[in-house]
């Protein structure tokens, strides 16, 4: 994680910081010299010293002296900011240096690059391997399809890999989160409303005002939902990405009007989504990522406390964390924002709309109906992201991002008046953006209603709890906290975990999702896990594997898990990076660049 530089002070520079510290220094001094008993002694320690300075510059002309001041102060200045006026600490700048520099030595490039291109061939070929006999499309056809040969080519690309089949079978995590007995008719309704609004934009809210009509109402639902006053406000966005990104503009530009904030910090739970360092990449705001509470995997609220400083805008805190299912400790970390006079997001963007039903749930299932408060409730709690399209049932491309007040959303508008096109806004970052989606939305809330959240979140924390409660069971398993809404993640401290991927995700069928620091793996229960035996057979999967794994602990994971054991432990994460940097070129093509084309792909070009 980022380790926060000591001595930030905020708004000023580090060379006016240091200029500070040394005022202070002599101040504190002179000060100290006014007292009887070190009068004499000062006085007698400034004389010698001006003694030696003036011996010592006789064998200098005195535009050497003044160059040779101008020199050190220089050197000092840079030394300092070397140390302390950076936000990566000078251990880990180092690093990156002795490892950029290596990468520079012909031997070790070429290596590197080897292994790179090996294991993005594998990427590759895992990729493309579903396409069967599919004709890849180059150029656009010279004559346009008919609506019958359109349908019939997006069906074949509708069934690549079966996402239906393993979504009705329940073995999916997350991804695709509506399922049950109704998802049919669910699916009817949704094609019918997008249907209906297939062409509505409400950036033109007097030609749409239906659609206008059916955005304030979900952000108004929304916010009631999640507790907020007459004064809360928020917007529909596409995605929780875009919600946490316009969270961090406004805090940023709110900071910079109210106090004059140019060098900002936000300080956040090393588990908080990689959206925030999205935003943060984007709007030149610095993420100062803690390490969170290995017992509990929550927020360490003290050490988030120590990382921040005058500069810090806003801290984060999720409701529930991705990795390992956990809430962090809202109450904790909204009484430090308020302290601290900063905002205080949290990111319920997977909690969504099952946190908010979590004390129903419980009494549902006859448990102690407590569950920790998250939500506008809590006083210091100043934005929430939530996401509409996953446990809000609305297609992909759904979100919002709410706040307290809406002295916080003004500063998350951008405007531009000076246009000759006009005057131009927009709340959010698209300017045109698709009435269907909002539509659907506003239809699955108003299909599922306050009883049928309830029951959906009832269902699945049900789930959730028989998962963790067997894994609690299995010799070899480590269940890695408990869970506060629908993931389950578990470790293990008897063999490598990752030894458990190829025996459940390539022999079994499972859609998993596998952790880092620690090594673990977790589960997102959806609607598509409460119907059937599918958490049965998932429950009797994980003991089968675990049995065999345990024989032999000793081993280590090979084929895909063998690669995430890798990149844990590889000290150079510049090669993680460019693994990433060229699976996303794989995901983005449709030729083969890092590796021959297999004879198993029967691919070829559209020539018809």
Same mark, same amino acid.
């Given at each position: 994680?980022?380790?926060? /530089?000591?001595?930030?002070?905020?708004?000023?520079?580090?060379?006016? +910081?240091m200029?500070?510290?040394?005022?202070?220094?002599?101040?504190?001094?002179?000060?100290?010299?006014?007292?009887?008993?070190?009068?004499?002694?000062?006085t007698?320690?400034?004389?010698?010293?001006?003694?030696?300075?003036n011996?010592?510059?006789?064998?200098?002309e005195?535009?050497?002296?003044?160059?040779?001041?101008?020199l050190?102060?220089?050197?000092?200045?840079? =030394?300092?900011?070397?140390?302390?006026?950076?936000?990566?600490? #000078?251990?880990?700048?180092?690093?990156?240096?002795?490892?950029?520099?290596?990468?520079?030595?012909?031997?070790?490039?070429?290596?590197?690059?080897? +292994?790179?291109?090996?294991?993005?061939?594998?990427?590759?070929?895992?990729?493309?391997?579903h396409?069967?006999n #599919?004709?890849?499309?180059?150029?656009?056809?010279?004559?346009?399809?008919?609506?019958?040969?359109?349908?019939?080519?997006?069906?074949?690309l !509708?069934?690549?890999?079966?996402?239906?089949?393993?979504?009705?079978e329940?073995?999916?995590?997350?991804?695709?989160?509506?399922?049950?007995? *109704?998802?049919?008719?669910?699916?009817?309704?949704?094609?019918?409303?997008?249907?209906?609004?297939?062409?509505?934009?409400?950036?033109?809210?007097?030609?749409?005002?239906?659609?206008?009509?059916?955005e304030?109402?979900?952000? !108004?639902?929304?916010?009631?939902?999640?507790?907020?006053?007459?004064?809360?406000?928020?917007?529909?966005?596409?995605? @929780?990405?875009?919600?946490?990104? =316009?969270?961090v503009?406004?805090?940023?530009?709110?900071?910079?009007?109210?106090?004059?904030?140019?060098?900002?910090?936000?300080?956040?739970?090393?588990?908080?989504?990689?959206? $925030?360092n999205?935003?943060?990449?984007?709007?030149n705001?610095?993420?100062?990522?803690?390490?969170?509470?290995?017992?509990?995997?929550?927020?360490?609220?003290?050490?988030?406390?120590?990382?921040?400083?005058?500069?810090?805008?806003a801290?984060?805190?999720?409701?529930?964390?991705?990795?390992?299912?956990?809430?962090?400790?809202?109450?904790?970390?909204?009484?430090?924002?308020?302290?601290?006079?900063?905002?205080?997001?949290?990111?319920?963007?997977?909690?969504?709309?099952v946190?908010? $039903?979590?004390?129903?749930?419980?009494?549902?299932?006859?448990?102690?109906?407590?569950?920790?408060?998250?939500?506008?409730?809590?006083? %210091?709690?100043?934005?929430?992201?939530?996401?509409t399209?996953? $446990?809000?049932?609305?297609?992909?491309?759904?979100?919002?991002?709410?706040?307290?007040?809406?002295?916080?959303?003004?500063?998350?508008?951008?405007?531009?008046?000076?246009? /000759?096109?006009?005057?131009?806004?927009?709340?959010?970052?698209?300017?045109? !953006?698709?009435?269907?989606?909002?539509?659907?939305?506003?239809?699955? =809330?108003?299909?599922?209603?306050?009883?049928?959240?309830?029951?959906?979140?009832?269902?699945?924390?049900?789930?959730?709890?028989?998962?963790?409660?067997?894994?609690?069971?299995?010799? @070899?398993?480590?269940?890695?906290? +408990?869970?506060?809404?629908?993931?389950?993640?578990?470790?293990?401290?008897?063999?490598?975990?990752?030894?458990?991927?190829?025996?459940?995700? +390539?022999?079994? %069928?499972?859609?998993?999702?596998v952790?880092?620091?620690?090594?673990?793996?977790?589960?997102?229960?959806? =609607?598509?896990?409460t119907?059937?035996?599918?958490?049965?057979?998932?429950?009797?999967?994980? !003991?089968?594997?675990?049995?065999?794994?345990?024989k032999? /602990?000793?081993?280590?994971?090979?084929?895909?898990?063998?690669?995430?054991?890798?990149?844990?432990?590889?000290?150079?994460?510049?090669?993680?990076?460019d693994?990433v940097?060229?699976?996303?070129?794989?995901?983005? *093509?449709?030729?083969?660049?890092? %590796?021959?084309? /297999?004879?198993a792909?029967?691919?070829?070009?559209?020539?018809?």
């Amino acid at each position: 994680s980022t380790t926060a /530089p000591i001595f930030h002070t905020g708004i000023v520079s580090v060379y006016q +910081e240091m200029l500070a510290w040394i005022v202070a220094g002599c101040g504190i001094v002179l000060g100290a010299c006014q007292l009887d008993p070190w009068q004499e002694q000062c006085t007698s320690a400034v004389a010698d010293a001006r003694t030696y300075f003036n011996q010592a510059a006789e064998a200098y002309e005195p535009w050497q002296v003044a160059g040779i001041a101008c020199l050190t102060t220089w050197l000092l200045l840079n =030394l300092f900011s070397f140390l302390f006026g950076h936000e990566l600490s #000078w251990f880990e700048r180092t690093k990156q240096y002795v490892f950029a520099s290596a990468r520079r030595i012909p031997f070790v490039r070429n290596k590197i690059q080897s +292994e790179v291109k090996k294991n993005l061939g594998g990427l590759e070929r895992s990729t493309f391997k579903h396409r069967d006999n #599919w004709k890849i499309n180059r150029t656009i056809p010279a004559r346009g399809m008919s609506i019958e040969q359109v349908i019939k080519e997006l069906d074949k690309l !509708r069934v690549m890999a079966e996402p239906d089949k393993r979504l009705a079978e329940g073995r999916v995590t997350g991804t695709i989160y509506v399922g049950g007995r *109704d998802y049919q008719k669910y699916t009817d309704m949704m094609t019918t409303v997008y249907g209906m609004f297939a062409w509505a934009n409400p950036l033109h809210a007097s030609v749409f005002p239906g659609v206008r009509q059916m955005e304030g109402e979900i952000i !108004r639902m929304v916010c009631n939902i999640f507790q907020g006053g007459p004064n809360s406000c928020g917007s529909f966005t596409s995605g @929780g990405t875009e919600s946490i990104f =316009l969270a961090v503009k406004t805090y940023r530009d709110y900071a910079r009007t109210t106090r004059g904030i140019t060098n900002p910090n936000m300080v956040l739970p090393r588990t908080a989504h990689p959206a $925030f360092n999205k935003a943060g990449q984007y709007l030149n705001v610095h993420m100062r990522m803690i390490k969170e509470n290995e017992i509990t995997r929550k927020a360490n609220v003290s050490a988030m406390a120590r990382a921040m400083d005058s500069n810090t805008i806003a801290i984060v805190g999720s409701c529930v964390q991705y990795p390992h299912g956990c809430a962090d400790p809202i109450e904790e970390l909204a009484a430090l924002a308020k302290k601290r006079g900063v905002g205080l997001h949290v990111d319920c963007c997977l909690g969504s709309f099952v946190v908010p $039903f979590m004390k129903q749930a419980k009494k549902n299932l006859g448990l102690e109906p407590t569950y920790e408060n998250f939500d506008f409730s809590v006083d %210091g709690v100043t934005s929430i992201s939530a996401d509409t399209h996953k $446990f809000g049932y609305a297609p992909k491309g759904s979100s919002t991002v709410l706040y307290s007040d809406r002295k916080y959303r003004h500063a998350q508008y951008v405007m531009y008046t000076e246009w /000759p096109g006009g005057v131009y806004g927009t709340p959010t970052v698209p300017g045109s !953006r698709s009435g269907a989606l909002i539509a659907a939305t506003w239809a699955a =809330l108003m299909y599922r209603g306050y009883d049928g959240f309830v029951d959906a979140t009832t269902a699945i924390y049900k789930a959730t709890l028989e998962i963790s409660n067997a894994i609690k069971t299995i010799p @070899g398993l480590d269940l890695m906290c +408990e869970p506060d809404g629908p993931i389950v993640a578990w470790n293990s401290n008897t063999f490598d975990v990752y030894r458990m991927v190829g025996p459940l995700a +390539e022999e079994k %069928g499972w859609d998993l999702n596998v952790l880092q620091f620690p090594p673990a793996i977790h589960m997102c229960i959806t =609607l598509a896990h409460t119907e059937g035996d599918s958490v049965q057979r998932f429950i009797n999967d994980l !003991r089968e594997v675990a049995a065999t794994l345990i024989k032999s /602990p000793n081993e280590k994971a090979t084929g895909v898990g063998a690669m995430y054991g890798d990149s844990q432990a590889m000290p150079d994460r510049s090669i993680i990076r460019d693994i990433v940097t060229g699976y996303l070129d794989v995901i983005l *093509d449709v030729d083969y660049h890092f %590796g021959d084309k /297999p004879e198993a792909d029967k691919t070829t070009d559209r020539t018809d």
